[in-house]
């Protein structure tokens, strides 16, 4: 039973043997990797590929020959597809919507031809910018059944009603969403929702705030959130509506305010269970989440590897075994292939990709917080340069990162790694890259994604009371128990601010 010291979470932790025909002094170039079967029959090589792969055991036969891009692109089609054939689940059941194609796309966006007053685009698609007193549009999209939702990141935090208006609400230079019959907004600037009349609801907004607008046409209800946090149902019994002719996504802007709308062609921040985005998601993108799931397995094994074991216990091992280091290459170039194979295939899927799965990925293999991981986020960026197109998808990665340091919120207990730390780090570390920094400033994004990264928003007044639920002072008319609770809240404080020195 000695053999279970070598063994580490259910895997043998040696993984192959290098043959070189021979003559040990031969090239590296000809060594190859080849199954090692130890006294109890297991092929290290075979149950290490099906614990990356998230294969059945055995599902691998004994392999005779060497472990190459080949190797990975059969195991990925005709295994791993095989055993994960269900994996675009989202969007599967979308009866209840309707996009007008009559411009030739299938994408969501602002219809051009309903905007009253001035509304400018200032990044296709969907930011947009204000710039008359008083300025109204709806999407190109329409939902009569089921539950939806889309987004909105406030750029500015004036008045702004969002929310789902029918084809029956008119727009004029004084008159928006919320204004009439069948229309329903929400305005967190004066706090109010909005359906021919206003009325108290939800909380003030701030800068950075991500808005939820949700429709559920099952219980006739529309609700909002903010960063994710119900403010409970806005309207109920709203008044149902026939196929091709249900409420559209609509906004009104008063003059100066921005903000920007994501239908689902990015996903959602805070994504609500049970609501569906109005823009299906590809179907690409469910196998690039699982590769790069794959990927993240085999770069955490291989910092295990390097972390675990004393120099002893690497002895032992360099006895009979390789270390991973040795498998890390073939596989991670052999998934790397399959995923850039996906990207220039799908295209219109690298925006999506871009901001969802690589954009976690990456967080996960650096880390949130210190220490960072460099080591393997340098090995995944200098994997991912080595492809063509992954330049382009790297810079989707840097808008997302300058995005989440715009909308990320203050967490006094995570101090001093909350609010903006984590995307800002990982986006510096990455713009140390000559051949990044050149990507990055010669972007057409350049100066929108520089001002995200040197935003922090900031507290609203719920935050503030979650933040600090007590104030007290001496002399203060409080009830003096309010001390101790101050006392309580200070010293988490100084705890906080003892972590960032």
Known sequence: MAEDG??????????????????????????????????????????????????????????????DANLIHAIIKNDFLRFHRNLDTLGSNRDGVYID????????????????????????????????????????????????????ILETSGIQQLGWATLSCPFTDHKGVGDADDSYAFDGKRVSKWNKE???????????????????????????????????VA????????????????????????????????????????????????????????????LSRLVEMQCT????????????????????????????????????ALLDAERESMEYIGWGSLFSFMMEVFGTQTPHDYTS????????????????????????????????????TECPYTGPYPYLALACHMLRREELMLLWWKSSDFELSFEGFLSCKSPNKQDLQC?????????SCEDVSYESNMMLTTTALSGAISKGL
């Not at 949700?214 to 994710?228: A, P, Q, T, V, W």
């Not at 063509?388 to 808008?399: A, D, F, W």
């Open 101 to 152: 194609r009559s411009s030739g796309s299938n994408i969501v966006a602002i219809d051009e031809s309903s905007i009253c007053g001035d509304i400018r685009i200032i990044k296709p698609p969907l930011l947009l910018e204000s710039l008359d007193v008083f300025s109204s549009a709806r999407a190109n999209v329409c939902v009569w059944k089921g539950k939806w939702m889309y987004e909105v």
């Open 377 to 412: 986020m340098d090995k995944v960026l200098d994997l991912f340069l080595e492809f063509q197109g992954s330049k382009l998808i790297l810079e989707h990665v840097i808008n997302a990162l300058s995005c989440s340091c715009k909308t990320a919120s203050l967490v006094l």
């Open 467 to 475: 933040m600090m639920p007590s104030v007290w002072w001496p002399g």
């Open 305 to 340: 590897e390097r972390a675990e074991f004393n120099s002893v216990e690497k002895l032992r091992r360099l006895k009979r075994f390789v270390s991973l280091e040795e498998l890390f290459d073939p596989v991670s170039r052999g998934i790397c292939k399959e995923f850039f």
């Open 235 to 294: 309207f109920h019994g709203i008044r149902k509506m026939g196929a091709g002719v249900g409420y559209y996504p609509a906004i009104s802007l008063s003059q100066g305010e921005r903000c920007e709308l994501n239908f689902g062609g990015r996903p959602f921040k805070y994504p609500i269970e049970g609501f569906l985005t109005l823009q299906a998601p590809s179907s690409a993108n469910s196998v690039a989440t699982c590769l790069l799931w794959c």
């Open 198 to 232: 206003a009325e108290t609801y939800g909380q003030s907004w701030v800068s950075g705030d991500v808005i939820g607008c949700c429709i559920d046409l099952d219980n006739d209800e529309i609700s909002f959130y903010r960063n994710g946090m119900s403010l409970g």
């Open 6 to 67: 070598l063994r580490t979470g259910g895997l043998s932790s040696g993984l192959a043997v290098i043959l070189n025909g021979g003559d040990k002094r031969e090239s590296s170039s000809k060594s190859r990797l080849v199954s090692y079967c130890d006294e109890f029959g297991h092929q290290s090589v075979e149950r290490t590929l099906e614990h990356i792969f998230d294969l059945p055991y055995k599902s691998i036969s004994p392999l005779t020959g060497p472990i």
